[in-house]
Nanobody, 120 residues
Framework: HVQLVESGGGLVQAGGSLRLSCVAS????????MGWFRQAPGKERERVAIISRNVGSIRDYADSVKGRFPISRDNAKNTVHLQMNSLKPEDTAVYYC????????????WGQGTQVTVSS
């Protein structure tokens, strides 16, 4: 059973940066595609960024974060990162890390979430 633990959230002023990390355990990390999702109060969960398995050659981003939030993975440390730059108040949300086995379409494993709050 795969477990995901996020860290790195917090309170930051608009224009600032945060780096989210997600450490995975209980599986072969390199076999998993990984993603970051977020949910703001009163809104549906939104996919923020995804990265393919192995070396992560395929990455995709929501239009709202493209060019600001690069996603990366370190298979040696079973970790996926989301570098959040030029933060805006509308980026405020709970951010979740998720994993799916490479041959599946749905994300089966989720972290507990980390709060990101951007003040104006």
């Amino acid at each position: 059973h795969v477990q995901l633990v996020e860290s790195g959230g917090g309170l930051v002023q608009a224009g600032g940066s945060l780096r989210l990390s997600c450490v995975a355990s209980g599986g072969t990390f390199s076999n998993f595609a990984m993603g970051w999702f977020r949910q703001a109060p009163g809104k549906e969960r939104e996919r923020v960024a995804i990265i393919s398995r192995n070396v992560g050659s395929i990455r995709d981003y929501a239009d709202s974060v493209k060019g600001r939030f690069p996603i990366s993975r370190d298979n040696a440390k079973n970790t996926v990162h989301l570098q959040m730059n030029s933060l805006k108040p509308e980026d405020t949300a709970v951010y979740y890390c998720a994993a799916r086995e490479w041959y599946k379409s749905d994300y089966d494993y989720w972290g507990q979430g980390t709060q990101v709050t951007v003040s104006s």
